[in-house]
């Protein structure tokens, strides 16, 4: 069964760290570029990170940028996104979402596979 399973979500104060894993279970994440979505409440959905398939492609939302980082671990078949200086807007349900393709890009839509997500909130 094709699965991705987000976890590392919790509840951290302003300025504190996660770091959140996207674990692929059925399949290998090595043909796929893979997306971080989050969606706060009242608000639609949104990229925050990408990384493409062999993962020398990366890609940040200008609100978290220099502040997050994504990475991938091919042989835990996992993908993770530190956030450090947490900030309160950045509370919402994180979501992984893995999309097919071999050219090292990554973008935010089209994905093929996503997980159910995982939830953050950063208290002020």
């Known amino acids: 069964q094709v699965q991705l399973v987000e976890s590392g979500g919790g509840l951290v104060q302003a300025g504190g760290s996660l770091r959140l894993s996207c674990a692929a279970s059925?399949?290998?994440?090595?043909?796929?570029?893979i997306g971080w979505f989050r969606q706060a409440p009242g608000k639609e959905r949104e990229g925050v990170s990408c990384?493409?398939?062999?993962?020398?492609?990366?890609n940040y939302a200008d609100s978290v940028k220099g502040r997050f980082t994504i990475s991938r671990d091919f042989a835990k078949n996992t993908v993770y996104l530190q956030m450090n200086s947490l900030k309160p807007e950045d509370s919402a349900v994180y979501y992984c979402?893995?999309?097919?393709?071999?050219?090292?890009?990554?973008?935010?839509?089209?994905?093929?596979?996503w997980g159910k997500g995982t939830l953050v909130t950063v208290s002020s």
């Open positions: 990384i493409g398939s062999s993962g020398g492609t990366t």
């Open positions: 979402a893995a999309d097919r393709r071999l050219d090292n890009s990554c973008v935010y839509y089209a994905m093929d596979y």
């Open positions: 059925g399949f290998t994440l090595n043909a796929y570029a």
